[in-house]
DNA sequence: TATGAATGAGAGTTCATTCAT
DNA sequence: AATGAATGAACTCTCATTCAT
């Protein structure tokens, strides 16, 4: 509508984070390989040369977005999650994983992993043992107080990162149509087979 | 006269066939993102024009691929599994999912999926759905003849279909490592929670 | 004029020829700097991705269309020069070297050698050296039939690569003017002065 | 309050001067095409509006730099060759203009008339033509005092001018490679031979 | 049926210049 | 006087597709 939005000038740390904004609903419509500079330039309202001058270019523009989204999503649940009894917390994150909501970052994520977006392995790593390793712990203080049974917390832990994957890749594909629902119910299966809880949210 | 011989004239299903053939080997080198249609040419020992002439373009030599692929490993599979007590063709088909030889097929089916190779959910529903389907028949043939418990066989087929795609995902995905050893025995041990099957090699 | 010159196949010789000749009036008139591959695909009347396909990239078609230039001058030139006695060869590759049709020639060399269009020094070395080493020969072949008179036939023909490339370079500068004549007039006095060789054409 | 002090505020002909100073270390090192405008705000310590500001452009920057630089290399040097004898004075020069640390300038020279850095042949004509006159009167005035014998000294000085630019042209490209030293030789015989004068420093 | 030269849109990146602050 | 964010045209190169042979 308005003829030119005129040029707005923002500190660097401004527009980085106003574009990184604009990117995760593109990538999550487009795809990562959809999605070119040109795109990513229009959403976000600024001309190519803007980004590639706070920017080095795509690639940082895709790991960035990612790896902010992944913290802005992740980090306040593991918080909620820490002060939970260990048997809540584990099953908030599990649930959390899997809701709707989660869409986009699964799409993110496995689309950015695929195409390599990132040379160093840090920022996999990362996300990767860490969950496993929130898992773990929160398996264990479970075992510790008494709340959870499971003789090999490790296992259990790579077993429930694996389940989640899976169930987030399958809705992401869409065959066979899964609900949130269900893939939230299907996990919870698991973690009470595997660690003889009981659903919190059953009682 | 010409020291180069003129290629041989091939049936368009012969010749399709052949160029089928070179695919995987490529794709599995190179990925999807990397395999381009003057590859193609050059690993299938024809023109760029002869690719366009039997094929509709390069989607289809990669949807087909696919499909031949899959078709080829997982068909054989199948019917030594048919062969088998349920509760054993169960276990063969999920450890030989994850054996080390399926790597490239694992890349092939996560990078097609993701490229959106496929512009029909055909093969994909072919894929998942028969997949997901023969897991429960499975399932439903060992609680018929006692040697499986289990509650809920659809949802069980579902969780296992999921966590092996998990497992799959991780050991592609490299990190954190996982032998092909170890995502066996953790889809067996979730096998033995859910069926109440104990693993048939360790007896 | 005419609406579509309509799309001509060429063998990638044939056609890798037209386009090389179509190079030197363009970097001639608009300098190495000047030349994208879009003036280049202009000239020759074909598209760019015809360049990209019968060359590797803009680097090569300067370096090769240098080399091409060169050769398809100096290889005859040399050949005219054998058949002539010492002291006349030298005269006549020493006045072709700066007469008039060899603006292009210099101004190719010169820029093309200031941006570095080789990697290698092949070329350089080849143009060079062998040009040095030319000069030299017939020097000392002068020396030997008595015709010229000369203590360091080396250092002599060092200082007339450098007088010609560096009246070369002036007449490609334009200040001050200086014609071809007197080009070749200042590389004959040296000559004389450093081999007691009088002008051939002025006897 | 800042961290970061403001730049001080300097009259223009100060700024100017001190962007100046920074760029032929720049050139020397990267080329006047590697040479961008945030180049050389970083080395200069500005900002790039800075630059825009006080100059024209990128260009002009490069222009001015150059004239100082010359300037400032020969004008003592012709100062000092004026307080010799014509000989004395003419060696000088000419050995001066070949020495180990003049690669800087001869660079810096033939980059910026390349790449047409002047628009205007000002800076190109006082340089050679003020240059050539030197020369021509240093000749001139050796005729005039017995200490050379020339019979063209318009010739003579152009013949010279041409032979350093062509020695330098040389020692700058490395094939062959040719040491200050031998490049001094070079033009010290040819001066012997065209002014029968026998170098100073041999006496 | 087979070829491979030709195409051109589109990719990411560079960079001198502009101009609001 | 000084800044640095913003611009957009121009660059080279890629590549699936087209089509004359």
Redesign the interface.
């Given at each position: 509508m308005s003829a030119r939005p005129a040029r707005r000038r923002q500190p660097t740390e401004v527009r980085r984070a106003m574009v990184l904004e604009a990117v995760p609903a593109l990538v999550s419509e487009r795809?990562v390989?959809g999605t070119g500079i040109r795109d990513i330039a229009a959403a976000a309202g600024v001309s190519v040369g803007t980004l590639t001058y706070h920017f080095s270019g795509v690639r940082e523009i895709l790991a960035e977005s990612l790896a902010v989204q992944l913290a802005a999503y992740y980090d306040p649940l593991r918080e909620r999650a820490a002060a939970l009894a260990p048997r809540d917390g584990l099953d908030l994150l599990l649930a959390a994983s899997l809701d709707e909501e989660t869409r986009p970052h699964w799409r993110l994520w496995?689309?950015c992993?695929?195409?390599g977006v990132w040379d160093d392995?840090r920022s996999?790593?990362e996300r990767?043992?860490g969950w496993?390793a929130v898992l773990r712990d929160l398996v264990l203080a479970g075992v510790a107080d008494g709340s959870l049974r499971c003789a090999d917390p490790d296992?259990t832990a790579?077993?429930l990162?694996?389940?989640?994957?899976?169930?987030a890749?399958?809705r992401l594909?869409?065959?066979?149509p899964?609900s949130s629902e269900q893939a939230v119910?299907?996990v919870r299966?698991?973690l009470a087979?595997?660690t003889g809880s009981s659903h919190p949210t059953g009682e």
């Open positions: 795809g390989r496995f689309e992993w695929q195409d392995e996999q790593h990767y043992t496993h296992g790579a077993r990162v694996a389940l989640v994957d899976g169930l890749l399958q594909r869409g065959v066979p899964m119910a299907h299966t698991a087979d595997w």
